[in-house]
């Protein structure tokens, strides 16, 4: 892979937001995409650049470019103030570098990067100069999606209900412990005096004081104010802070008769942050050893000079450029995540394991995205981040969680062996959660039930974790087991004064309840549930279920017009949404109403064998009708002869109907076939082996 494919990437984003906008530019960025050449990479870099530059001329200078070089009318636009100085110094930095294309000559290939990402930032004001933006379907091409995939995966993004209950609860084990890169609440940036003190502001400001050159050569005095001003110029470009110019600072500095830059220290820096109203600030020296030059930089803490976090970075000399580049990617890095991460509950608050803003960006809108069941989207989002930094083993996990939440159970298995692959280079914590995740496809419950319990042995106060034990348990019918665990993870996000991160903290624990004849508990759960997420469907179908049990069929009908409206909202089909109602009155011991249902999707849906399935089931399970189910049973199987919840319908028919090594037969490869395990599976195996055993002893 070339050094430079994550710049490529970002290009080719912005290629799908413009594409059939801007022709000219559109033809030679395309080619650029495409190039494997660093010479080619560069070429197309700067013919992209002579387009815009062109038509800024024309438009901005009201000429026509000509064969006038291109570092003359970037000067002009300079001069005129028609272009940001920001976005002169990147059109600079460019014309510089991709002459190398233009005449091949010897280059460093790490300067193909630069170009690329001074091409980016060009390209981005230059859309928005043109007044470009994306519509609705572009955004969706933009996530590699056409607009009726999109819309076939809108409609799956809603969980399904009770009998697809257990099997769309397997995709969402290890989900709530996945919500965050769980390793240590965020404690040492959020201890007292720290960046916690900042989060009522909307941005951190910060000011950059000039470095001190301890090299003893005067020669690098220079940089002092220069290695000042590229960081001040870097993080200025980031929307989440607020940085004082250097003009400012080095005045202040000067009437304070500070000249000798060498003299500044973190006392004078705390002084000159707080007349700026700065909340922090940079200070920072330059050393050598040879040809070596190192940089250290510290954010300070004005008001009580306390170190927030320390960066240290070294190159040669003739690379200085290229070094405070990086280290300006350290620093606006580090606070961006930091801003980030203190806007987030104090139950979400943790140690990212990426080094990268945007990665780790992509990493929290990909949360909530799937926090509010939108999960391609969530599953858009992992993998820009895991592009942008391939060592986020996150969102490898995250990948896995998503594609079950699908109920895409081969994808999720392959990104689960991926990321339990490299769990060696993993810290303790994510090792564990790798572990729990890996038990789900390749272990039994009591598997992961261990490794969850190693977790709360090094965290007790994370919810998440209470959460996905009630969840084992839940999915093992063990509901007197299940309740405890639910009804802690809902304690500590009391304590931590925080929503629960969604619905299902709620529904699960009201539906344990339910099954426990514990229906005043039950219907405290309802208002508790309300405050956070009103009319969620998740509720509504639980408030059905409690008004049919309680024999209140007014409010029970009432409530199920209000269910299908929000069905009808999220997409979901009339035969799901049958399907999801009729799963209701089965749950209520309506039988007649329940069939009725089932029945109805069949007629919605008739080639569906999902379908086919459900009604089949129905009859199987509830004994309406064994012969009929099973002969709908047979029809989806031909249409997926090995999906394994058709061969347990198949199996737990023939079992009913007496015919237990037939039984046996369909349910084992039932389980040779299931990717995960699923406990009534288990227990209707367990009951045809014990059937078989007891019929050959007769």
């Not at 943790?350 to 999960?375: H, V």
């Not at 090792?431 to 992961?448: K, N, S």
């Not at 395990?677 to 050959?696: P, Q």
């Amino acid at each position: 892979m070339a050094i430079w494919s994550v710049e490529i990437k970002e290009l080719r984003r912005l290629y799908e937001t413009f594409k059939g906008q801007l022709p000219d530019l559109e033809k030679e960025l395309e080619r650029l995409i495409k190039a494997d050449d660093d010479n080619m990479i560069l070429l197309y870099s700067r013919r992209c650049l002579e387009i815009i530059i062109t038509d800024l001329c024309e438009i901005e200078l009201k000429r026509p470019r000509k064969t006038e070089p291109l570092k003359g009318i970037i000067d002009k636009l300079h001069k005129e103030e028609k272009v940001p100085a920001h976005i002169i110094s990147s059109m600079h930095g460019l014309n510089e570098l991709s002459t190398y294309g233009a005449h091949p000559k010897d280059f460093d290939p790490e300067q193909v990067k630069p170009v690329l990402n001074n091409l980016t930032i060009i390209i981005r004001w230059y859309l928005k100069y043109k007044s470009i933006e994306k519509t609705k379907e572009e955004e969706i091409l933009f996530r590699g999606e056409s607009p009726e995939q999109f819309k076939k995966q809108e409609r799956k993004t809603g969980e399904t209900t009770r009998s697809g209950y257990l099997k769309w609860l397997s995709g969402i084990l290890i989900t709530a412990i996945l919500i965050i890169t769980v390793l240590l609440v965020y404690s040492k940036i959020f201890k007292r005096n720290t960046l916690e003190n900042l989060r009522e502001k909307d941005r951190i400001t910060i000011a950059v004081m000039p470095f001190r050159n301890l090299t003893n050569d005067t020669t690098w005095n220079i940089w002092q104010s220069g290695i000042q001003d590229e960081l001040i110029t870097s993080l200025t470009f980031t929307e989440e802070l607020k940085v004082r110019q250097k003009e400012t600072t080095n005045t202040l500095l000067k009437s304070k008769g500070l000249i000798n830059y060498a003299s500044i220290g973190p006392n004078t820096g705390s002084l000159i942050s707080q007349k700026l109203d700065a909340e922090m600030f940079i200070h920072g020296t330059i050393k050598q050893v040879g040809e070596t030059v190192r940089l250290n930089a510290q954010l300070i803490n004005s008001s009580t000079e306390d170190i927030y976090k320390s960066f240290q970075i070294e190159g040669k000399g003739d690379k200085i450029l290229h070094v405070t580049d990086s280290l300006s990617g350290m620093v606006r890095n580090y606070l961006i995540i930091a801003n980030l991460i203190k806007d987030l509950p104090a139950s979400q608050r943790i140690i990212p394991s990426t080094k990268s803003a945007e990665a780790f960006k992509y990493y929290l809108q990909g949360e909530n995205a799937r926090s509010n069941r939108d999960y391609p989207t969530a599953r858009k989002l992992f993998s820009r981040a895991l592009a942008i930094d391939s060592n986020f083993h996150h969102m490898t996990l995250l990948l896995s969680v998503a594609y079950s939440n699908e109920g895409f159970y081969e994808e999720a298995k392959d990104w689960c062996i991926k990321a339990y692959a490299r769990r060696d280079v993993m810290p303790a914590m994510p090792r564990m959660i790798t572990e729990v995740r890996h038990a789900a496809f390749f272990g039994t419950p009591y598997d992961q039930l261990k490794y969850l319990r190693q977790i709360l042995e090094v965290d007790n106060q994370f919810p998440g974790t209470y959460y996905e034990i009630g969840l084992i348990y839940y999915t093992m019918y063990q509901y007197d087991k299940a309740i405890p665990e639910f009804e802690k993870a809902l304690e500590l996000y009391d304590k931590f004064n925080a929503r629960p991160w969604w619905v299902f903290n709620y529904s699960l624990l009201s539906y344990a309840y339910h099954a426990t004849g514990q229906f005043r508990k039950e219907k405290k759960m309802f208002i508790k549930a309300d405050e956070h997420f009103p009319d969620d469907p998740a509720m509504t179908w639980q408030k059905i279920l409690f008004s049919l049990t309680e024999g209140d069929t007014i409010t029970a009908n009432y409530l199920i017009e209000k269910y299908k409206v929000q069905r009808k909202e999220r997409s979901w089909s009339d035969a799901g949404i049958a399907y999801s109602i009729g799963e209701i009155y089965k749950e209520a011991g309506y039988l007649d109403k329940a069939e009725e249902y089932h029945r109805q999707e069949v007629i919605l849906e008739p080639d569906n064998p999902d379908r086919l399935w459900d009604l089949g089931w129905f009859l199987i399970d509830k004994d309406r009708n064994i012969a009929e189910g099973l002969s709908l049973v047979d029809e989806a199987l031909k249409i997926r002869p090995d999906y394994y919840w058709y061969l347990d319908a198949k199996g737990w028919g023939l079992y009913k109907q007496g015919k237990f090594d037939e039984a046996l037969k369909y349910l084992e490869k039932c389980i040779e076939l299931s990717p995960t395990y699923r406990h009534n599976v288990y227990l209707h195996l367990e009951a045809a082996k014990k059937a078989v055993a007891g019929h050959k002893n007769n």
